[in-house]
């Protein structure tokens, strides 16, 4: 029972028999080969635009690698208190940008919405030099609660930003399983609404290791070649990369990869509604459950062997709180989720 | 009516005749001379200790330096949402410590208390190397608010830091308000009560341009001169700083100018208290009021040529709101605010 | 026929069927899984004895994540001046470091010796804070001009550099080929000569993308884990990186491979050599070559499909000097070079 | 006789007093003065320009400052190798460029020349975002050897950067004395000749600490109040730093005090050369000797209290070495420099 984390279980056959297919012959290295550039294109074909594409290993290179670019070292980052990129991290947000700060500017809500960011935005000191402007947002599509940004949530958003010149980016650890959840349109999701760049992350949802950063504003993409070579990201074998995103994203792959995940999430969050000794903190959207549940439960379940971790109790929503013989766990499920294991989960959760 | 800042005004005339005296004569560069040892010296004594101290030019320098000691650049930084050092000084901080973090664990209190601190440190994430680790907390004495920390409030931060491995720093850019209004010892107030790094600001009270970063943990100190040169703020013609700090701390010089400073506050805070239109957000503890008052008082004051500032409506205590017509203003009275400019203003504030 | 870099074919076989098996099942994320442990176990048995090992994904990434960990960055590092860290990794060690120098003390040599290093310490000024203090020599083993550094010159350049306090970094981008190429030990060409920590590469020789940092010196690893992670480069799903070591290193398959490689340039440059219209810049000692031609025979090769760059001028030795007439170019072979390959560039090369 | 350094004595009598004057009144703080729009009038009358003009405490601020705003972090910066920059301001640059690289171009010359910079231009790698771009050089007027740059030096120097589109930045640390030297016009000296940022230091000319950073081309200051906030080096009470240039300035008191210091070089190099004992290694151009003596003399000096220091052996021309029992010493005249000191030491170094 692997309910840890999506990135607990490997690649999917697809994927890896890509990567062995990429492996032959000789190609130029650093990106500059026939896949990477197939690779790009698959990218711009989905998102149904011209992107400046990148590709690197890991989510934090990613969307620190994508901020970089967004701030300059004495302007700052706003972003979920929850966010993985303010949490989970390190400081590799202020290490990739020069030192610029990351504010988080929600307490007990879900999502950042509009109405937040304004009222921080109003009453964030404008005295430059002496004060630090922010200059970029960033939100995770799936979010780190386990819910996903709506297009009128994005559109509210910019529509503030762009008062305040702030670009968004978006951290989409999870963008497959948002888009499988949400049945919109990748283009809608991210540029259409206003998004200005993407990290598309495909490690979590079915690769080993890949993920992109999408520059749907070509401007911002500038330096980039030069911040992913001197951050050691730019891979010498570039087809690694490449291929595990074209097996990806050929015939919806990734889309079916991420379906699977939600549907046993939903499938098990359903189940865990009916426990009457656990109760949802959010409800479940996408391939995340946070569970409310008795310490007990949470000791029967790791005794049978369940994998999870428990969570940060400011993941509370403003109207929840944990007695002392309660816990607040994360669930996630993954493209690899098999369906016993859900059954046994919720049997062994099931009240004795 | 000169109310904007303790900065506006010049040096004091004694302070002015010693940089005058040191200028005479050769000695050798960087520091490496009799006036700066004879201010090191006069800062031991006045903290009845031996400590390690560096001068620099500019408060943003000393605490920016002071902080880069206490912390590595995975490491995180907490202040009170109103520190001067996380509002007031761009992204410094980030700058000289390599991207450590600044974090604010406080909203409407005025000042970190020690449940402030052991709540947030009791929530934050333990999970090296993903989670940033506090390392440090800084404090400023007088605040920015204008309270001061008594020794018992350091102490009981001591404690909550010691648990966390939290090292303590000291802005002090209006330490001799603090030590004026207190009437306890520098020792008491810092590393008696668990100081560990203190900037003992002068400008703002008398001297053109001198702070001292002092360490009363030796250890700290380690690389302070490497990363003072490799800043620019290590100045070649080193008696400018030590001349105004000799001058500055003989026969008590700062505290007669800082008694200076707060009884016009006192003096000034007491008549707006009475002022039925007016009142104050804050206790005033030393040299700085925060006064709630009507904005067409705030209008008749500025037409009769009072220099101050509106303040961020943040400042605010909980129980305390502003309605459409109110201002939250700030006053800063120096050691050479005139009487009659507290009387004019006064006067000019009274009800029409 | 492909000589333009090691880095321009796939993965062998082993390799890549060895990540297909750990493909499998279930982990713990972020390196804490046993494929991880493995490969960590199979690096020390394989350099007989203790060392602390790191898994990135890049060379570069290797490199400065190593020299970060040596020097303050107030402080300098040491290179030849053909040195892949300061010629081809853009400013990444200054990046890493937090603003370390890189200083290359060589011109014309192929190797730096003990006495190029001593003479240039002799020389640097030792006034800090003002000069900045040589902290680390890295030294690239095979170096960037093909060259091996025997244990005799690790331990005259490890003597120099306690003298002067100088941790010693070798770049392993070919450390297999220099391994093959002397048949001495790993342990005697790194730790029993002196060398504190090394990048050993994978990906030149065999694998996809697979870098270990090995420090012989535990303390040295003290920041490590926090430095990687935060500058992006640990991956979520460390087994891809474990289970390329872990078939690379098993059965002596790095070895063999390189063997390949050495063997094919031997033959390669043995042809050359024979060659009235071309001549060897330096010795081929491993499986690079530094060949200086005539630009038509360069011009005829390029014709024929051979890959392979031109080399910058200041590679070449002191004796040595190209005229209008000639280029200096580089040829590497790799795992994976075929010996019809190497047929067919000796008899199209050959004088008209 | 002191002539270890230029900031070995304080500020001229004028100086001092203007600073007195400055300091009466309220003003506001940050450089929002009129003692600071005052100043950079006179600057730009000065300079015949309208250039964007920033005040600091010191030299290595101000040289890293305008470096910071000519190269980005992944570019490189070069040098002489006798420069100040990189020689005596530890790693000021990496910091504040964000880890941008420094490279000394020359070796035995006492200039850098046209030729030096084309020879190293042709020679740099291009191939980006592999290599580190050069975007800046940087020399010293007058130089670290005593030599002046003339402006067919300089305008040679600006052909050769424009086609390699690099900027051009001059430490002018003793701009005053190459002015006073060549009675050339500081335009000439400065734009006209194709500068494009000037550090123009008032500290080793008869200032307690003021430095000026001269942008002539306006975009290339964009950010520097950004980058001179977050550094630490925006002082509050900013008529410490216009004082003490308005007074350096006006009436040409800033040209006297070098023409003092000046001619008192002259008179003591003069003598030095008819000295049998020692020769010069360069011809003294301005206020800087560089002498090579029989190790008795300098002995013989130091007991007679002469204050001065040994250079490193790295700056001796390429027809000059030292036997052993010689050494290269440089000599520092100032403004304040008595000519009862030069005639003393002119006498002590006689022969015996």
Same mark, same amino acid.
């Given at each position: 029972m692997f309910f840890g984390s999506d990135n607990q279980t490997g690649a999917s056959d697809k994927v890896l028999a890509n990567i062995a297919t990429a492996n032959n012959g000789h190609t130029h290295g650093y990106g500059d080969d026939d896949w990477t550039k197939r690779a790009h294109r698959l990218i711009n074909e989905t998102f149904e635009c011209d992107a400046r594409v990148f590709f690197v290993a890991s989510g934090t290179a990613a969307n620190s690698l994508a901020l970089s670019c967004l701030v300059r070292p004495w302007e700052t980052i706003l972003s979920h208190h929850e966010a993985h990129v303010i949490i989970d991290e390190s400081t590799a947000p202020e290490f990739f940008t020069g030192g610029a700060r990351q504010i988080s500017i929600t307490n007990t809500a879900g999502k950042i919405d509009? !109405? =937040?960011?304004?009222?921080?935005?109003?009453?964030?000191?404008?005295?430059?030099?002496?004060?630090?402007?922010?200059?970029?947002?960033?939100?995770?599509?799936?979010?780190?609660?386990?819910?996903? $940004?709506?297009?009128?949530?994005?559109?509210?958003?910019?529509?503030?930003?762009?008062? =305040?010149?702030?670009?968004?980016?978006?951290?989409?650890?999870?963008?497959?399983?948002?888009?499988?959840?949400?049945?919109?349109?990748?283009? !809608?999701?991210? +540029?259409?609404?206003?998004?200005?760049?993407?990290?598309?992350?495909?490690?979590?949802?079915? *690769?080993?290791?890949?993920?992109?950063? /999408?520059?749907?504003?070509?401007a911002l993409a500038e330096d980039f070649e030069h911040r992913r070579k001197r951050s050691g990201h730019l891979l010498s074998k570039g087809r690694l990369l490449a291929s595990q995103f074209i097996a990806w994203l050929e015939d919806d792959h990734w889309l079916k990869l991420a379906a699977h995940a939600n549907s046993q999430a939903t499938r098990l969050a359903g189940a865990l509604e009916k426990n009457?000794?656990?109760?949802?903190?959010?409800? *479940?959207?996408?391939?995340?459950?946070?569970?409310?549940?008795?310490?007990?439960?949470?000791?029967?379940?790791?005794?049978?062997?369940?994998?999870?971790?428990? +969570? $940060?109790?400011?993941?509370?929503?403003? =109207?929840?709180?944990?007695?002392?013989?309660?816990?607040? /766990?994360?669930?996630?499920?993954?493209?690899?989720?098999?369906?016993?294991? /859900?059954?046994?989960?919720?049997?062994?959760?099931?009240?004795?």
């Open positions: 509009a !109405k =937040h960011l304004q009222r921080f935005l109003n009453q964030a000191g404008t005295d430059v030099p002496h004060n630090a402007k922010p200059a970029a947002v960033t939100l995770a599509q799936v979010n780190e609660l386990g819910l996903v $940004y709506q297009p009128d949530d994005l559109s509210r958003l910019k529509e503030v930003s762009q008062q =305040h010149k702030l670009s968004i980016h978006m951290d989409g650890a999870r963008f497959a399983n948002a888009v499988s959840a949400t049945q919109i349109s990748p283009a !809608k999701l991210t +540029w259409q609404s206003g998004i200005d760049v993407l990290s598309l992350g495909a490690t979590k949802c079915g *690769c080993l290791a890949a993920e992109a950063v /999408v520059f749907f504003d070509h009457p000794e656990i109760r949802l903190a959010w409800p *479940c959207e996408a391939n995340e459950i946070f569970a409310i549940m008795p310490k007990h439960t949470e000791q029967r379940l790791k005794k049978s062997g369940a994998e999870f971790y428990r +969570w $940060y109790s400011h993941g509370l929503p403003a =109207h929840e709180s944990l007695n002392d013989t309660e816990v607040l /766990v994360r669930l996630v499920t993954s493209f690899n989720t098999q369906a016993e294991e /859900v059954n046994e989960f919720i049997e062994v959760a099931a009240p004795r």
